[in-house]
């Protein structure tokens, strides 16, 4: 059981890991897709200030504690890395449970929301906002719901004893999925006001 | 044996970049971040050959954001604008940065990834600039926008028969 990975998996242009080049790479491609339909949500925004009154309709409680629940399970993910690097690997495979619990209560409130807002007539169709509202988050959501699958890999595999050093791999894209919800609840949730 | 190469190398690689953390840090003072930078002591060391952790204080940082996120949620309740923006955007912008520079380690990381990072970033910027004069501006110097027309048939929201007040909010 050993947390250093062999000297040829390294790229030895940047001096990274392959494992944490890759997962920044993929963050990258992420950047564009998010960043390519807040942009385009952005302008359609500025265009159509009545948008603020449709946004008035999510729920800002339902968001803020979904904010917090994934700032939470990005708390714990970082632990489940520090507890791998301080060569605890039992702590980090309970952390990373903890996350993956996070997770799941992020999709239990977003199910709620999505529940509520159909059953009031609010859904993919009603309206441009709403079309970007329910692509935004359902992508968003997809992103989560990936997270979660690769973590548990991630868990069975260092109650293995195995490839320890995917714990901070598996979190810098759990913490990405943060950042993302960052910045979708202003955007969708406590912007109504402008 | 193994150990030894790589914490040389990690090593080496302070050597040839003596002034990268130093740099991250300033372009975080830069945010108005400066005051977070006691979180970070200044005792690093090289973890597995990885890259070198530095002791960040992981609860200090979660607690700041959870502060963070509470003045997002109710500064817009003000109801001023100006105040909506700062609030719900620049600190949209702050968590952002903490969480990528502290949990990410993006603080510590390679600049090569930063730089990856931005020229993503400065496509975004790309695409905003050369859209937002067609979408923004309602007329040229040879055209006129015309009117928009409806995209969808927009429903009326479906009435509850047991709810007697009429409601605008989903959640209310």
Sequence with gaps: ?194 | MQTKRTASSARKRKQETPDKDTAGIGAFSGSGVAQLADIVTSSKESQGGEHEHPHVNYPKIYKYLVILLFISVTGPMLGFKVVTLITAFGIAIVKALMVAGFFMHLKFERVYITYLLLTCLLFLFVLFSFIAPDILNHEGANWKKQPDRPVFNIPEPIANPDDSSSSDSAFE
């Design chain 1, 1 to 194: 059981m050993s947390f250093e990975v062999p000297v040829a998996t390294r790229r030895s242009v940047t001096g990274i890991p392959t494992g944490r080049l890759g997962i920044w790479w993929v963050v990258a491609s992420e950047i564009v897709i998010f960043g390519g339909l807040i942009v385009s949500y952005t302008l359609f925004r500025l265009h159509h200030a009545e948008w603020a009154h449709e946004a008035a309709h999510t729920s800002v409680f339902l968001g803020a504690l979904n904010t917090l629940i994934l700032l939470s399970s990005s708390f714990s993910v970082v632990l489940a890395h520090k507890s791998i690097v301080e060569n605890r690997p039992n702590d980090a495979v309970k952390f990373l449970k903890w996350t993956i619990l996070g997770g799941l209560g992020f999709l239990v409130v977003k199910s709620i929301e999505y529940t509520t807002e159909i059953s009031h007539g609010y859904t993919l169709f009603t309206s441009v906002f709403w079309s970007f509202y329910y692509i935004m988050t359902g992508l968003h959501a997809t992103h989560v719901v990936a997270g979660m699958v690769a973590m548990g890999i991630v868990a069975q595999d260092v109650k293995n004893g195995k490839n320890l050093q995917r714990v901070e791999y598996v979190g810098i894209y759990w913490h990405f999925v943060d950042v993302v919800w960052i910045f979708l609840f202003p955007l969708l949730y406590i912007a109504s006001g402008l």
